[in-house]
């Protein structure tokens, strides 16, 4: 498609349950980002994923948090026995970035994470 | 010190003010500059790239200053849709690293 996509747009889970967010970015996007934003707040980083170099899993907030980029293409972020802290919305964001330096970031509409 | 730090504001201004946002960053050898708008529950979209020599957009003008590790953005004749959130952006290090957001200035431009 022309933009990034993200699915399940809205998901309601309940606390301990496992979670899968899907991303599936610009084609031909070497980099992919996930943000967290909760309520009010900015933009919390978690992961970045640029080409074959190893990911930046800084961001990440526990253990519990993971993620996998398949064929330098699709990305799903994984969060197990979440937490109602881990309530927010998760962004994707997809650039043509390069190691010469960082480009433009092209935004899903974001999953929105509800925890019970 | 945080790696990106913007004052959240709020700034609220009358229509046709002028308004500076400030936005700071922690590690010298960051390169890569942008801010960002963020409209009340839409995603984050590009506003303009920030480059060394400072640069301009029609009525928004950005600034880079590398010695202070500084970066501004200036909007002149504000507009009612001007309102939204301004989020700084700058990369973690050299060429390659992750960019990060600041949490954003929020701006109200009323009539």
């Known amino acids: 498609g022309a933009g990034v996509s993200q699915s399940p747009s809205n998901k309601v889970t309940e606390k301990g349950k496992d979670v899968e967010l899907r991303c599936d970015p610009i084609s031909g996007h070497t980099a992919l980002y996930w943000y967290r934003q909760s309520l009010g707040q900015g933009l919390e980083f978690l992961i970045y994923?640029?080409?074959?170099?190893?990911?930046?899993k800084s961001g990440l907030p526990s253990d519990r948090f993971s993620a996998e980029r398949t064929g330098g293409s699709v990305s799903t972020l994984t969060i197990q026995r979440t937490q109602q802290e881990d309530s927010a919305v998760y962004l994707c964001?997809?650039?043509?970035?390069?190691?010469?330096?960082?480009?433009?970031?092209?935004f899903g509409a974001g999953s929105r994470l509800t925890v019970l | 010190r945080k790696e990106v730090e913007q004052d959240p504001g709020p700034f609220n201004v009358p229509e046709g003010a002028t308004v500076a946002f400030n936005c700071t960053y922690s590690?010298?050898?960051?390169?890569?500059f942008f801010w960002y708008r963020q409209d009340c529950r839409k995603e984050p979209k590009l506003l303009m790239s920030?480059?060394?020599s400072g640069n301009e957009d029609g009525r928004f003008t950005a600034q880079l200053n590398r010695a202070s590790q500084y970066i501004s953005l200036l909007i002149r004749d504000s507009k009612l849709s001007d309102s939204a959130t301004y989020l700084c952006?700058?990369?973690?290090?050299?060429?390659?690293?992750?960019?990060?957001f600041g949490k954003g200035t929020t701006l109200s431009v009323s009539s």
């Open positions: 920030v480059y060394s």
């Open positions: 994923f640029q080409g074959n170099s190893a990911p930046d």
């Open positions: 964001a997809s650039s043509s970035d390069s190691a010469s330096g960082a480009n433009v970031l092209t």
């Open positions: 590690n010298s050898a960051s390169q890569s």
């Open positions: 952006v700058v990369n973690k290090g050299q060429a390659g690293t992750a960019l990060i």
